[in-house]
């Protein structure tokens, strides 16, 4: 089921459905109830998105992406019944808001269609069976793993066509084993196979999808997951976050990321063999955070990332710094408000800086970015209600063919539950 706006009816008709739903008496989403008609949960979000980069030509940031559109989710879960079964659905949908800031040749801000047209999809169907700590889900559904995950940051999330389980019948142990078929883009209704949107046009192939989420302490969360898609990469991704100090005064954690991969059968994308690893350093004091880290790719080959956000901590807004050969500098500085009185405010900067080889087969220019975010959450009766404000500045070598450019994203969002 999936529907494109082609003509302003029908973005009208599904901006006054989520208008309908967002004053409809609801409670914030994180205030669920158990009820025996089972859920009924939803987001919307007012969204504004540009990236303007200089073109080749001259000094303007005339190379432009621009969206302004509203959409959102809406979602019925059922109750379990006879404590193994259930079901899930729900509808997403987006629509630009006016002309001025959607121009078609403006597209590609992943807020609407490429063309900056509106659209509507049943984002997730599914099927679930449990059996004590084991469950079981088939067909549509969201998923949120290192390399394969919902990549949540425009207006509506990304979804798959998956089937597998996972279990946590063993204490301080989550196991995942799925077969991921077909991905649904965050700019488009149609689902498509995961190795059409690793860039392989003309195959029609799934993943392998393995995980295993280990608490051995309170103090080490450790993550190993494992992606195989045949004939064209493996790819195995490792994670451990060590906490320390006292949380009441000045707290310390240390997090390794480390990512192998390389080609696999006929070699669909070619043979070659990389991987990436990373060490940061945080501390937190009195509503401060202090990040300090460090990443280094391989020289051979970048890392590909193709079905969701990318899991290391040097992803920033409009970089990853995951190119062959680099080596990137992560700096973060936090602060939560609540602890001066202004309870929902929070803000962060954060800046990297790539550098990448000059000469040779992957040579490329070096790059910086420099981003502001800023939060804030209503309580009381607007609960469930946010905004977020996001800008970043990307400073790029022009002598290597980069391109300066700057971002902008506001969003204003509403998370409610309506049964």
């Given at each position: ?55 080749a030509t001259g000094q303007e940031f005339d190379n432009i992406k621009e969206s302004l559109a509203f959409g959102g989710w809406l979602k019925y879960e059922t109750p379990w019944i006879a404590d193994h079964f259930g079901a899930g659905a729900a509808l997403y949908g987006t629509a630009p808001l006016t002309g001025e800031f959607n121009e078609e040749d403006h597209g590609g801000t992943g807020l609407l269609a490429r063309d900056n047209e509106g659209f509507a999809a049943l984002g997730e169907a599914y099927l679930k069976a449990r059996y004590a700590g084991t469950e079981a889900r088939v067909w549509r559904q969201r998923i949120e793993t290192p390399f394969i995950n919902s990549n949540d940051s425009r207006m509506l999330p990304q979804t798959f066509e998956a089937y597998g389980l996972k279990s946590s019948d063993i204490d301080n142990l989550e196991l995942s084993l799925f077969w ?240």
């Amino acid at each position: 089921m999936s529907a494109k706006f082609t003509h302003p009816v029908p973005c009208c008709l599904l901006s006054l459905v989520l208008i309908l739903v967002l004053v409809l008496p609801g409670h914030a989403a994180d205030e669920k109830k158990p009820s025996e008609w089972g859920t009924v949960t939803g987001q919307t979000r007012l969204y504004y998105f540009t990236q303007r980069n200089k073109s080749a030509t001259g000094q303007e940031f005339d190379n432009i992406k621009e969206s302004l559109a509203f959409g959102g989710w809406l979602k019925y879960e059922t109750p379990w019944i006879a404590d193994h079964f259930g079901a899930g659905a729900a509808l997403y949908g987006t629509a630009p808001l006016t002309g001025e800031f959607n121009e078609e040749d403006h597209g590609g801000t992943g807020l609407l269609a490429r063309d900056n047209e509106g659209f509507a999809a049943l984002g997730e169907a599914y099927l679930k069976a449990r059996y004590a700590g084991t469950e079981a889900r088939v067909w549509r559904q969201r998923i949120e793993t290192p390399f394969i995950n919902s990549n949540d940051s425009r207006m509506l999330p990304q979804t798959f066509e998956a089937y597998g389980l996972k279990s946590s019948d063993i204490d301080n142990l989550e196991l995942s084993l799925f077969w991921v078929d077909k991905e649904k883009g965050r700019d488009t209704e149609l689902f498509k196979s995961m190795s059409y949107m690793a860039g392989l046009k003309d195959y029609d192939r799934g993943v392998v999808m393995a995980g295993a989420d280990w608490k051995p302490f309170d103090f080490l969360p450790t993550r190993f997951w494992n992606y195989y898609a045949p004939d064209l990469d493996n790819t195995f991704f490792t994670q451990f976050k060590y906490t320390f100090g006292d949380p009441a005064g000045v707290q310390y954690s240390l997090l390794f990321q480390g990512v192998d991969q390389r080609s696999v059968g006929d070699q669909l994308r070619g043979d070659y063999s990389t991987g990436e690893a990373g060490l940061m350093g945080t501390l937190l004091y009195s509503g401060f955070t202090f990040d300090l880290g460090g990443t280094i790719v391989d020289g051979s080959e970048g890392i590909r990332n193709s079905w969701g956000v990318y899991p290391f901590f040097n992803n920033l807004m409009a970089y990853n710094f995951a190119r062959a050969g680099e080596k990137a500098l992560l700096l973060g500085l936090g602060y939560d408000f609540s602890h001066m009185g202004w309870d929902g405010y929070r803000a962060k900067l954060q800046a990297g800086f790539g550098d990448t080889p000059d000469t040779g087969r992957n040579a490329s220019y070096d790059r910086s970015e420099y981003d502001l975010n800023l939060y804030y959450d209503f309580d009381g009766e607007l609960k469930g209600l946010g905004v977020l404000t996001r800008f970043s500045y990307q400073d790029e070598d022009e002598s290597l063919g980069g391109r300066d450019g700057y971002q902008v994203r506001l969003r204003l969002q509403y998370n409610f539950q309506l049964l």
